[in-house]
Antibody, heavy 118, light 107 residues
Framework: QVQLVQSGAEVKKPGAAVKVSCKASGYSFTSYDINWVRQATGQGLEWMGW????????AYAQKFQGRVTMTRNTSISTVSMELSSLRSEDTAVYYCARRKAFYGMDVWGQGTTVTVSS | DIQMTQSPSSLSASVGDRVTITCRAS??????LAWYQQRPGKVPKLLLYAASTLQSGVPSRFSGSGSGTDFTLTISSLQPEDVATYYC?????????FGGGTKVEIK
């Protein structure tokens, strides 16, 4: 079946970086963009950026420019999101989700909890 | 950047009631709007895209309308399993901004 499986929970210290992976299966990996969305506890959804796994093109939300990097490994159908210079406000659940142009995000990963604490 | 404003932020209604949620864009976005449902403790789920197209498998009691700047999500007959927070999202251009969410509860 179509699914996105994310890497496990992370605990990081302020100033460190975290890398979360998202492995796709059950569909043509290069046919859908992968988006990253985060959600702090009790808060709404926040779009971080997307990557086109075919071209490698990316687009990031202004808020994360300079701190976020999205990469892909087409041989294992995986997109990764690295967030650097972590601060406590980055504590959240991070989701990947696929999307095709003109459509919504129809398949989501299970979420990865990232905790930033000294 | 275009801002997405949802109203109300929360509502309480009885089973069987008709529920309407509004999403307003600060600039026109044509019909490039999606609606998501997030049940408590769960992953968001796509309900509608292109403002009014129902995603496969979503019950027909959900419907969407609007174009330009004003959009609505309607639940024609609220069911207990509809308790959730609902988000709109624009996707005409980056950033793909979400609305602040509307929490729906049963009275």
């Amino acid at each position: 079946q179509v699914q996105l499986v994310q890497s496990g929970a992370e605990v990081k210290k302020p100033g460190a970086a975290v890398k979360v992976s998202c492995k796709a299966s059950g569909y043509s990996f290069t046919s859908y963009d992968i988006n990253w969305v985060r959600q702090a506890t009790g808060q709404g959804l926040e779009w971080m950026g997307w990557m086109n796994p075919n071209s490698g093109n990316t687009a990031y939300a202004q808020k994360f420019q300079g701190r976020v990097t999205m990469t892909r490994n087409t041989s294992i159908s995986t997109v990764s999101m690295e967030l650097s210079s972590l601060r406590s406000e980055d504590t959240a659940v991070y989701y990947c989700a696929r999307r095709k142009a003109f459509y919504g995000m129809d398949v989501w990963g299970q979420g990865t909890t990232v905790t930033v604490s000294s | 950047d275009i801002q997405m404003t949802q109203s109300p932020s929360s509502l309480s209604a009885s089973v069987g009631d008709r529920v309407t949620i509004t999403c307003r864009a600060s600039q026109g976005i044509s019909n490039y709007l999606a609606w998501y449902q997030q049940r408590p403790g769960k992953v968001p789920k796509l309900l509608l895209y292109a403002a009014s197209t129902l995603q496969s498998g979503v019950p027909s009691r959900f419907s969407g309308s609007g174009s330009g700047t004003d959009f609505t999500l309607t639940i024609s007959s609220l069911q207990p399993e509809d308790v959730a927070t609902y988000y709109c999202q624009k996707y005409n251009s980056v950033p793909l901004t979400f609305g602040g969410g509307t929490k729906v509860e049963i009275k």
